[in-house]
């Protein structure tokens, strides 16, 4: 890999509640503190199970290989490491976006967790989460509520848990947010200022990456308080969900679902599904298609997230 992304001493850093352990830095990710064991490591090494694999997610040996042509391989196994082999010159960014994005979403599959391909804003000290595929607008209301003051938990990828209680829980993700470029306009950031979040990117990939200032310590988690589940429509409009319907929202809106069965995690999601739609609110909110009417949007969406809490 380029870009100076060389092995060097162990370093600990937190993402998605984890504690992952890496020879490589990764600056994407928010430093860990204290000395506690890791639960993930990452490492480099040779995966030769992907010499002659297609490009996708292949179950090996018990194990997963991750096939992105012209970035790498990635084997993911056990919940619990990652192998990079990243192609010849590569820049280093490519291979972590693909590593925090495709990897990691097997690998939380293998851990039993439920990754909503969803944005967590923290409102009031309780997290809210915002389902939808690729597209719908999770960044840019992220945007919004990050500029209107609010905490970001999660952006694209909400790892949800459950507490000693029985509670939804909200984990952190990366602290940063990922904007195409009419985003980036309509919330007044420059380009320029940013890096794209793939290099030599175009089409899907074309989008920016706007770093969340954390402080010095780990974002906490924070119990989930509703869901809602974005789509277009002709007016403004949200409806509680319940039963099937809840729960074929989550089904739909879970990051990687299709890793489901490779990583052999189709119950264990299912139970962790249910039990969200059980103890958690699951809204549709639709919205008309338009930036300059997100913030008046935006701005409904708070107060009905706030009435859930008050």
């Known amino acids: 890999m380029n870009d100076a992304h060389n092995a060097s001493p162990q370093q600990d850093y937190s993402v998605f509640g984890l504690r992952v352990r890496s020879s490589l830095p990764l600056p994407e990710l928010t430093t860990a503190v204290g000395d506690a064991p890791a639960d993930v490591t990452i490492t480099t090494g040779p995966i030769p199970e992907a010499d002659h694999a297609a490009p996708g997610l292949t179950s090996v040996d018990g194990a997963l290989v991750l096939l992105i042509p012209n970035v790498g391989r990635y084997r993911i196994e056990s919940g619990d490491r990652i192998t990079l082999d990243p192609d010849p010159d590569v820049p280093a960014r490519n291979v972590r976006l693909f590593l925090f994005g495709s990897a990691f979403g097997a690998l939380l599959h293998q851990r039993g967790l439920l990754?909503?391909?969803?944005?967590?804003?923290?409102?009031?000290?309780?997290?809210?989460?915002?389902?939808?595929?690729?597209?719908?607008?999770k960044s840019t209301l992220a945007a919004w509520f990050h500029d209107n003051g609010q905490r970001i938990l999660a952006d694209d990828v909400c790892v949800v848990r459950f507490d000693a209680e029985g509670r939804a829980v909200a984990c952190p993700g990366l602290p940063h947010l990922r904007l195409w470029p009419d985003a980036m306009d309509f919330t007044g950031?420059?380009?320029?200022?940013?890096?794209?979040?793939?290099?030599?990117?175009?089409?899907?990939l074309e989008k920016f990456d706007i770093p969340i200032a954390?402080?010095?310590?780990?974002?906490?988690?924070?119990?989930?308080?509703?869901?809602?589940?974005?789509?277009?429509?002709?007016?403004?409009?949200?409806?509680?969900?319940?039963?099937?319907?809840?729960a074929q929202a989550v089904f739909e809106n879970t990051y990687r679902g299709s890793f489901l069965s490779a990583a052999s995690a189709r119950h264990s999601h299912w139970q962790s599904a249910l039990r969200l739609v059980q103890t958690t609110?699951?809204?549709?909110?639709?919205?008309?298609w338009s930036l300059d009417r997100l913030p008046d949007q935006c701005g409904a969406l708070l107060a009905h997230a706030r009435s859930l809490v008050d």
């Open 115 to 137: 990754p909503l391909h969803a944005t967590a804003v923290e409102i009031d000290g309780s997290a809210f989460a915002f389902m939808g595929h690729s597209g719908a607008g």
């Open 189 to 204: 950031r420059r380009a320029e200022d940013f890096r794209r979040s793939y290099v030599g990117a175009d089409g899907e």
């Open 214 to 246: 954390v402080g010095e310590d780990v974002r906490p988690e924070a119990q989930l308080a509703a869901v809602y589940l974005l789509q277009r429509g002709i007016c403004f409009a949200i409806e509680q969900l319940t039963g099937v319907a809840a």
């Open 281 to 288: 609110d699951v809204f549709a909110a639709t919205r008309e």
